[in-house]
Every structure is written in structure tokens, then in C-alpha cells.
């Protein structure tokens, strides 16, 4: 078991051993998380190195609140948000200016994207008919007159089964993650 606390006293003392068994436990889970961001596996190793030699670097003044987990997790995230605002800007031509404030929604909208995949999941785990009424709704955005009649079934018949596949997605969704079982409820019920 691993005492963080003991090992980031020994980190903030200089001990070069204390820093490899962070590296150890926290590099491969750093690198997954840059690569969401930045989709190359050479450029999310390079930053996630850049993240671990600034830790090494001003780990006499680094003020740990929660876990190193989690302050690693922000460095790269932020490290990994930087790297995409100087690309980006990069590659724009010299005379046009970039607005800055859309890199902030990126958060927001990878929060999104994965809310997405993870409903997409859940409807694939519905049984046949609810899946495919599910899809024609959710993705098609059809209503349940129209998914009745190019299905041949009465709209009762497809209000229910859109039930059912309600029902079982909240259950998988509870599972995963509790907020997106209240998005998912908002989204079907306004």
C-alpha cells in the first residue's frame, strides 16, 4: 500500500526514489487521459513527461490539496488543453486572430462527447425492438406517430417499448454515472 503523503514528504526533500514511485503508479493513466485530448499517443508521452519533470522541478513549492492522482490529473488536462490553443494557433495565417474563449467550452464539450458515447452504449444494450425505437427517436428524432407507422406498430406499442427502453437504460446509466441518468431523463421527458 502506498502512503502518498510519506512519499510526497520524501518527493519535496529532493528523493529521486520517492518521484519514481509516483512516475511508476500515475504515468500510463496520464498518458490515457492526454491522449482523449490530443488523439496522438508520441504527443501525449511528451506531455505527460513535460507534467512529470515540472513536478520534479518545482516539487519543493507544489501545495498537494487533495491527491497526487488529482493533481496530476489537472496538470495534464491543463498541460494537454495549452498544447491543442498553441497548435491551433499555429496553423492559423498570420493576420487572423483566434478567440481564445472557444478553447475553454472544449471542456464542456468533451463532457459532452462522452455523455454521447455513453448513451449510444446503453441504447446498444436495449433489447431488439426497443433499440431500434430508441434509435429512430433519440437519433432520427422521430415521434412516435411517425416511428409507429414506418415500424407498422400502434403508437401505444411504440410509447411503451420507448418505456421499457427508458426504464432499462436509467438502470444501465445509474451504473456508470448517476448525472447521466438526470440528463437522460430531462432529455426524454421535455
Known amino acids: 500500500m502506498l502512503n502518498e503523503d510519506l512519499v510526497l514528504e520524501k518527493l519535496k526533500a529532493g528523493d529521486i526514489e520517492a518521484f519514481e514511485v509516483l512516475y511508476k ?26 507534467v512529470f519533470l515540472k513536478l520534479w522541478q518545482k516539487r519543493a513549492d507544489i501545495t498537494i490539496r487533495e491527491s497526487v492522482g488529482a493533481y496530476l490529473y489537472a496538470s495534464t488536462k491543463n498541460h494537454s488543453i495549452n498544447y491543442l490553443k498553441k497548435v491551433i494557433a499555429q496553423d492559423l495565417p498570420e493576420n487572423h ?18 455523455k454521447s ?25 422521430l415521434t412516435y406517430n411517425e416511428i409507429a407507422e414506418e415500424l407498422g406498430l400502434s403508437s401505444k406499442t411504440v410509447k411503451a417499448q420507448k418505456a421499457i427502453g427508458l ?15 438526470i440528463m437522460l431523463l430531462l432529455f426524454f421527458f421535455s
Open 25 to 50: 503508479k500515475h504515468y500510463a493513466e496520464q498518458v490515457r487521459l492526454c491522449y482523449k485530448y490530443v488523439h496522438d499517443v508520441e504527443v501525449a508521452r511528451d506531455l505527460v513527461q513535460d
Open 117 to 141: 458515447r455513453l448513451i449510444k452504449l446503453a441504447i446498444d444494450q436495449l433489447p431488439g425492438k426497443c433499440r431500434i425505437i430508441f434509435n429512430m427517436s433519440f437519433i432520427n428524432g
Open 97 to 114: 486572430a483566434i478567440d481564445f474563449s472557444l478553447m475553454q467550452s472544449f471542456e464542456d464539450a468533451e463532457k459532452e462527447i462522452q
Open 167 to 181: 426504464k432499462k437504460m436509467a438502470e444501465y446509466l445509474k451504473i456508470h454515472r448517476d448525472d447521466l441518468l
